[in-house]
């Protein structure tokens, strides 16, 4: 069976602030499954939101390599 200490771990695991975590463990203690799937799917969109930005930042950082290999190389010719 899952407590609400394991849940709340999991959740930390999942970079969940402690807010978000009161409020997920609250709704599970209290039986409010409908509200706890709302704000882990809450949770969930952020930490996606946060993925994409970093691989918005990798995107750019590639393409600076690029341009820099590619400018690199010209100059060697």
């Known amino acids: 069976m899952t407590t609400s200490q394991e849940i709340a771990e999991n959740l930390r695991d999942a970079g969940c602030n402690e807010q978000e975590i009161k409020?997920?463990?609250?709704?599970?203690?209290?039986?409010?499954?409908?509200?706890?799937?709302?704000l882990i799917g809450e949770c969930r969109?952020?930490?996606?939101?946060?993925?994409?930005?970093?691989?918005?930042?990798?995107?750019?950082?590639d393409?600076?390599?690029y341009q820099l290999?590619?400018?690199?190389?010209e100059a060697a010719k």
């Open 45 to 61: 969109k952020k930490q996606l939101a946060r993925l994409h930005d970093s691989q918005r930042c990798i995107d750019r950082l």
């Open 23 to 38: 409020g997920i463990v609250d709704c599970f203690c209290n039986g409010e499954e409908r509200d706890m799937k709302k």
């Open 69 to 73: 290999e590619k400018r690199s190389g």
């Open 63 to 65: 393409f600076l390599s």
